[in-house]
């Protein structure tokens, strides 16, 4: 990310989060009626823990080993541990001033303002510890999802299975375990090809080399190949070795290209939207990737499929007259009740929805960012049915 972006964002992030968190600690510590040393104990405790996930992070790019990476994990969950802590003590403020405003519940909010509050904050505690392990294991419990496709193209006369797979995320946190149940739940479905939709790595690529993750990647299995495309976060964590780290271990990444699969199918995947954010490049348009590399009589004779990470190129796919074009990214917002907000950035926030002749795909991803917590979201592996219409 170019250094003036990065700063201003870092900025507007680091503001949000610490006033959150000082919003949390007076919230819990007047709840609680804190003082002395119980207080200056969970201030210490909140400190560090909400420091956690920055600091692990900005250490691991030059100290890496089992704590830094032990810390980050916990960093992580302490992520969505503050969203709910936040909106539940929100929820509690303006509760208490509404109790307060009604003249009848007034009286009784203050003859009774320490119980009231206790309970609430043992309910408040109670209810973020369940909530975040439910999403724990939510999150590591994925879903298959079928759809079925008709397309009508003169050269598509048979049944194609297409596995698709957005938003891995391979790293500190998402490993072997995870990783291996993907690879063969995916493999049980007998695809004719995987399509792996971009946010493969998480950022950087070390802790999926040190924990040889490239090894199960191979294990991916499907007879016209495994084909995958850049995401923000490969640029994230620099694009270029995430990219020959795939590619060393069999997948084939496509990045600005589209290839013709003999007598079934085009295939097109396209550079990630966030190019211009890290590099001077810009990705090509999609009209210029067809017109370029494919024929006329070809793009109207066979099936294509765009894989495009995030899913910004939608009028594009419409202009051109793809048939479907699959995106990941927005997680479906992975923490409840963040999908609203994705909802007004995205025309697509997750699901299969046709506009004019274009099918348009957006998966909640296969794994998670910042905190291994889902809640409201699913984890999701997509099995996609294409049929000829006729």
């Known amino acids: ?28 510590r007047n709840i609680f009626k804190l003082k002395g040393i119980k207080k200056l104990i969970l201030k210490i ?19 890496r080993n089992s704590l830094t990476e032990s810390l980050a994990t916990i960093g992580s969950f302490f992520l969505a541990v503050m969203l709910y802590l936040f909106l539940f003590s929100l929820a509690g403020v303006i509760i208490w001033f509404i109790l307060k405003l009604i003249p009848k519940a007034k009286p009784v909010t203050i003859k009774h303002k320490d119980k009231i509050l206790k309970h609430a904050g043992i309910f408040m505690l109670v209810f973020v ?10 999150a590591c419990s994925p879903q298959v999802k079928h759809h079925k496709i008709s397309i009508s193209k003169p050269q598509f006369s048979s049944h194609l299975r297409i596995a698709f797979i957005s938003d891995i995320h391979l790293g500190t946190i998402i490993k072997n375990k995870r990783l291996n149940k993907m690879v063969t739940n995916v493999n049980s479905f007998n695809p004719d090809i995987i399509l792996l939709g971009g946010d493969i790595v998480d950022e950087d690529i070390a802790p999926v080399i040190k924990y040889d993750l490239g090894a199960l990647l191979t294990k991916l299995n499907a007879p016209l190949g495994v084909y995958g495309v850049t995401g923000n976060h490969e640029y994230i964590g620099g694009v270029e070795k995430a990219v020959k780290y795939l590619e060393d271990h069999k997948i084939t990444m496509l990045r600005d290209e589209a290839i013709i699969i003999p007598e079934r199918l085009i295939l097109i995947g396209r550079e990630d939207f966030s190019i211009t954010r890290f590099t001077s490049k810009a990705r090509l348009p999609l009209s210029e ?15 294509s499929i765009i894989v495009d990470h995030q899913p910004y190129g939608i009028n594009e796919a419409i202009t051109q007259k793809a048939d479907v074009m699959l995106s990941g990214h927005t997680h479906n917002g992975q923490l409840w009740p963040i999908k609203y907000i994705v909802s007004q950035i995205f025309k697509i926030r997750h699901g299969l929805k046709k506009f004019e002749d274009t099918w348009f795909l957006v998966s909640s991803g296969y794994g998670t960012w910042g905190p291994p917590v889902r809640v409201a979201t699913d984890s999701e592996i997509i099995i ?6 006729n």
Not at 47 to 53: E, G, H, T
Not at 129 to 138: D, R
Request: hydrophobic fraction near 45%.
């Open 384 to 389: 996609i049915d294409l049929f000829p219409e």
């Open 289 to 303: 990737i067809i017109n370029n590399q494919i024929s006329s009589s070809d793009w109207k004779q066979l099936p």
């Open 1 to 28: 990310m170019r250094t003036g972006s990065f700063i201003v964002f870092f900025s507007v992030f680091l503001s949000i989060y610490s006033l959150s968190n000082v919003f949390i600690y007076y919230t819990v």
């Open 45 to 63: 405790t909140h400190i560090f823990i909400a420091s956690l996930y920055i600091s692990s992070r900005f250490l691991e790019n030059y100290w």
């Open 129 to 138: 510890t369940l909530i975040t392990l439910y999403g724990y294991y939510h």
